[in-house]
């Protein structure tokens, strides 16, 4: 069976088994798949090596070169410390680290420390796992060169990841991404990735432990964005961390907006890399709510929150009688964007150089409730790096003339307000949603209601997400066959509409069907076809940059001239029906092989 391997599979997983620069468990993990002849395992984890995205690493943790590892820790921090070195020549170094509760979270963390400190650059660590927005304000409040979270954000617990950020506090973007790419991956000897053990870091005072004061110059930024003090005592919360580092930052914030009656889930208090009681923890995922939904009927409360293990995404249920209904993350920005905004204008502190900024597979709701502002609106491609880069260009003077960022946010359960951070903040956005309830409740009206209300003054928009898994060897190229036949055999119509404008992001390329005429894109590369329908509708397809998978976006909208508050829920319906039609039929020609 082992001859059936290629031969440079065959040749790394022996040498993963057998070489001294390998720990014992290491190489007993890879000599036992010899031994049982797993190919399709071993062909998975030496097929490749694990790449280093735009946004840091991810995979499957175990023993392997594309899996998530020591090996792979060392080498991705052993590129970024000499990234560092070519940007910052001569100059004393400092990165910022912190870690959610997955497995290994903690371990990976000290071991980018040893990497970091044999180059002679200073690390700040936290003394407990902290979230990612954590990281991006620590990042800027100790003026650091760069930034380090080990984590693997939403992704199941089999997984662990390794997200980089800059001096501005954002993901990496270019040319810091591609020229660590590169650096990346040239380092292919594993046994000539350097290092100095931990107890020598801290006898060279390279390493310094960050504690409460950050989290309490944290709140003290964060307070800065409660706009109304009224209503508060009347709200009921309930909130679950499903396992992640959460808990340590979000009741004690929604405690300093002045929110006291807030419920813990106790099953999914406690951080835990397992996520014992979910398949995923992620408030995408209906599945991920059934332990809070229990306590939320008992409690009567009136929002459930949810964030998943970095607390950078919030889930958001909101009741309806004596029910609960999920708010998906296009509604979720939404209702920020015109809280933020509204409250800004209503106290005449709103600036005139106001920014908003979306991505592409973003609902357009967002951007009519900025226009209704007098709000310039943006879009960035997916992923929130691209918010938080947009952010800097305007503070650099990159991008001119300068407009001030106010908030943002993207369908994946991300938002942003203000700019003391520079990644998706659930930990902010659950208080500024727990306040917007408060303040809607004093004027006689429920979240569900105002979403309505936006409904009717922007018109009513549906969104849906399906998404795809194929993992391994075999599933990254089905996916690659995926989005090249689809490319080839693009659809003219879709539920009864046509097709009339296609944005191809890899090529850079926006084609009008009925000229033929094609125009360039402003984005930067990325691999995403969007389809733009005679009415408005839009389907969006990428794969994940993060995960195993292809995702399919799709919007559906009814213009506000055609809404009326009585047809609204018959409206609904009819959108979800058009939703799924067209789902249906572009989903008929994905095919992956």
């Known amino acids: 069976m082992l001859q059936q391997l290629d031969p440079l599979i065959l040749k790394r997983a022996t040498e993963w088994a057998t070489s001294p620069i390998f720990d014992k468990d290491t190489q007993n993990e ?29 995979g499957i943790l175990g023993a392997g070169t594309a899996y998530m590892n020591l090996y792979n820790i060392r080498k991705a921090t052993t590129a970024l410390a000499l990234h560092m070195k070519t940007q910052f020549p001569g100059q004393p170094l400092s990165v910022a680290l912190s870690y959610d509760s997955r497995n290994f979270s903690r371990f990976f963390a000290e071991r ?95 390493l310094t432990h960050v504690g409460a004061e950050l989290d309490e110059a944290y709140y003290e930024k964060a307070m800065r964005y409660s706009f109304h003090k009224e209503g508060r005592e009347g709200v009921s919360l309930v909130y679950t961390p499903i396992h992640g580092t959460g808990i340590f930052v979000v009741p004690p914030v929604l405690e300093r907006f002045g929110f006291h009656h807030v419920s813990i889930v106790e099953s999914q208090k406690t ?53 609960y209904v999920r708010l998906n993350g296009n509604q979720i920005g939404a209702l920020l964007t015109e809280y933020v905004l509204a409250s800004l204008q209503e106290k005449g502190e709103l600036p005139e150089n106001a920014l908003m900024v979306t991505t592409i597979v973003t609902s357009d709701l967002q951007r009519d409730i900025a226009t209704s502002h007098n709000v310039h609106s943006e879009q960035t491609l997916t992923g929130f790096k691209w918010i938080g880069d947009r952010i800097e260009a305007y503070e650099s003077g990159r991008r001119t003339p300068y407009r001030q960022f106010i908030c943002g946010g993207e369908e994946s359960f991300g938002f942003l307000a203000g700019t003391f951070i520079r990644d998706k903040d659930a930990v902010l956005s659950c208080a500024l949603f727990a306040e917007m309830c408060a303040y809607h409740r004093t004027k006689g009206h429920s979240i569900l209601d105002v979403l309505d209300q936006l409904f009717l003054q922007h018109g009513v928009y549906h969104e849906t997400l399906s998404t795809f898994t ?84 799709l919007s559906v909208k009814r213009a506000a001239n055609l809404v009326t508050r009585e047809a609204l829920p018959q409206i609904k319906e009819e959108l979800a029906l058009l939703a799924s039609q067209i789902e249906a039929e572009f989903l008929a020609g994905l095919k992956f092989t």
């Open 30 to 58: 890879i000599a036992t798949l010899l031994e049982k002849k797993d190919t399709k395992s071993l062909s998975d984890r030496f097929y490749r090596d694990l790449e280093l995205g735009t946004g840091g690493l991810r």
């Open 112 to 206: 980018a420390v040893e990497v970091l400190a044999h180059h002679g650059i200073h690390s700040l660590l936290t003394t407990e796992m902290r979230p990612v927005p954590f990281l991006s304000f620590m990042v800027r409040k100790y003026h650091c060169h760069a930034g380090i979270c080990i984590t693997a954000s939403h992704n199941p617990p089999a997984y662990n990841g390794y997200k980089v950020y800059w001096q501005d506090g954002a993901q990496l973007t270019p040319p810091h991404d591609q020229h660590m790419i590169e650096q990346y991956n040239a380092l292919t000897d594993y046994g000539a990735l350097a290092y100095l053990p931990l107890t020598e870091v801290e006898k060279a005072e390279l």
């Open 271 to 323: 951080p835990d890399g397992n996520f014992p009681t979910v398949k995923s923890p992620n408030p995408e995922e209906p599945s991920a709510w059934e332990h809070a939904l229990v306590l939320a009927k008992e409690k009567r409360a009136d929002l459930v929150f949810a964030t998943d293990p970095d607390s950078d995404r919030i889930g958001v249920l909101a009741r309806k009688g004596e029910d």
């Open 470 to 553: 194929r993992e391994g060897k075999e599933g990254a190229e089905e996916i690659k066959r995926a989005m090249a036949n689809m490319r080839r055999h693009l659809p003219t119509s879709l539920g009864g509409f046509s097709v009339m404008e296609v944005y191809d992001y890899k090529n850079r390329t926006k084609l009008h069907l009925r000229s033929g005429k094609t125009e360039a894109l402003e984005l930067p590369v990325s691999d995403v076809l969007q389809l733009v329908l005679e009415n408005g509708s839009k389907v969006s397809i990428r794969p994940s940059g993060t995960e195993p998978k292809i995702k399919i976006y």
